[in-house]
């Protein structure tokens, strides 16, 4: 029998006409019939959109508008073809009916991913923004070693200053650099008594980042605050886009460019660039550090943009 393919979606009146006009043929030109909903997946939504309905009959495809005599030309022709294949045995023809009658393990994993790709990223997601947390939580808690672990594992994927981190169980949520601007707060200089960390040449640079707290101060996650920040937000978008049911369009790149790379490049690579201590830069660039919100407010319109 022939398989049939309707491609439609809901409250599509053209598409109940074609399949009211497909039970009508059934007696002249058996068929079996498959509906697919567009609107259930992002790929055929955006390939078939504006087209439905569109019906596949063989290697025969029909698109809007569909007339009853173009219908009946189609299957004829497709149960002809059918047909004709049957009959003179093609090797190549029989190969791909029997291939299509079996439901292989590639096939079962493709579509366990496609199912579920989106639970396992946000908790991917999840678990690796989660566990720089967990450092300070262990630290608080007296449990030194599993605390120096977490810290060993990020360490080659983000520098873990502490004066660009945050803090949990201290008595502030971070410690900016004197040279940040910011009033009110205690500086980093003052809680680790580390001297000269404006200096990027400086040893005691690495002193800034092995720093991890005390009790009265608090104890440093693992991760900096913009990767905190870009991480959060990504799953935040994650967990946006399955309350949506996956119909979030993606940005167009030139927004993704101005809204999520250029703050966050600018906010970096200035003060990068700016604490070189080179005469003809400093010129161009002003020294300049900057504050937990541009760090946070950077990280978080890049990581959701990006997602």
Known sequence: MLNVTLFTRKDCSPCKEVKQELDRLQEKYPHRLVEVDIDSDDVLRAKYG???????????????????????????AAIDRKTQLEQVGDKEYQTRLA????????????????????????????????????????????????????????????????????????????????????TGLKTF???????????????????????VGDESV????ALCERDVAIYASILTFGLLFVASGRRIKPLHWMIWLAI???????DGFSQLFSQFNWDWL?????????????RILTGALFGFTTA
């Open 50 to 76: 504006t087209q439905v309905p569109v019906l596949e009959a063989g290697p025969y495809t029909l698109k809007a508008p569909i007339t009853s005599q173009s219908l009946q030309m189609t299957l004829g």
């Open 99 to 182: 291939k299509g009658q079996r439901v292989s393990f590639g096939d079962r994993f493709s579509f366990w991913i496609a199912k579920k790709y989106l639970l396992y990223l946000n908790l991917f997601i999840l678990f690796y923004g989660g566990l720089p947390f967990l450092a300070p939580v262990f630290l608080n808690a007296g449990m030194e070693f599993p605390a120096k672990a977490i810290y060993r594992i990020y360490k080659p994927l983000c520098h873990q200053f502490g004066f660009r981190s945050f803090f949990l169980f201290g008595e502030q949520t971070f410690y900016p650099l004197e040279e940040a601007g910011l």
């Open 189 to 211: 200089e003052q809680v680790s008594g580390i001297p000269d960390v404006d200096n990027p040449f400086s040893s005691t640079r690495l002193a800034a980042r092995q720093y």
């Open 218 to 221: 608090g104890f440093k996650v």
């Open 260 to 266: 999520g790379l250029t703050p966050i490049s600018l």
């Open 282 to 294: 400093a010129s161009i660039v002003p020294y300049r550090e900057s504050t937990p919100f541009l």
